[in-house]
């Protein structure tokens, strides 16, 4: 049971693997309806929590392939039996990738990651009787997106953009140029009263860093 001052949305983030990626728990209060957004690995862990908030598991998000994000998809839809929705196909290839991955930081049971869905720009993904828009914003990884919740003025933004910061591209399918780009012609219009939640760190506001991010100027 719920009252007029419940958030119709809730938040719980549960950091995971040994880079203390934001993996969150976003649930509908009035349904009970759960997303697992980017659920890098500790998989018991994640479970867990999912019992102890009481929520109803229906679909897990990927925001990209990384995989501290990805790494530990499969083997939760395959425990609960839900559909994995996202990224942009742009990171088939990390997805596929992802054992290999794994063995780089000595991850020996990281299994691939085959969405049920795709994702691209302009996309809905839905959770009880909330909608999420989806953005697709490249350059730390060619698949990216984000998810925008507008009514709420919420965004998880995963590697894009951080408070003080923005994503990695140092790597070969890695373009500074298009990231920058993308955060300032598609998270950036969304609201300076936006409030988001990054992979890593804490939360801030897409105006906070449109002001101060030093990235983000010029």
Request: with cysteine.
């Amino acid at each position: 049971m719920t009252d007029e001052t419940t958030p119709p949305l809730q938040i719980a983030v549960v950091p995971v693997t040994p880079f203390q990626q934001n993996c969150s728990i976003v649930w509908e209060t009035k349904t009970k309806q759960a997303a697992i957004v980017d659920p890098g690995g500790d998989v018991p862990r994640l479970l867990e929590a999912l019992k102890e908030l009481g929520v109803t598991p229906a679909a897990i998000w990927l925001t990209h392939g990384h995989l501290d994000h990805a790494g530990g998809a499969t083997a939760l839809a395959e425990a609960l039996m839900l559909p994995i929705i996202g990224p942009h196909e742009g990171d088939r290839f990390l997805l596929d990738g992802l054992p290999e991955q794994g063995l780089r930081f000595d991850i020996l049971d990281m299994k691939a990651v085959t969405p049920t869905r795709w994702l691209k720009d302009g996309d809905e993904v839905s959770l009880g009787e909330l909608t999420f828009s989806v953005q697709h914003v490249p350059g730390h990884t060619p698949g990216h997106v984000t998810f925008f919740q507008k009514d709420l003025r919420f965004l998880l933004a995963g590697d894009t953009v951080f408070a003080g910061s923005v994503g990695r591209t140092d790597f070969p399918y890695g373009s500074h140029e298009t990231l920058i780009e993308g955060i300032r012609t598609k998270l950036l219009p969304l609201g300076d009263d936006v409030q988001f939640l990054p992979g890593h760190g804490q939360a801030s506001t897409l105006g906070e860093e449109r002001r101060s991010n030093p990235f983000l100027q010029g």
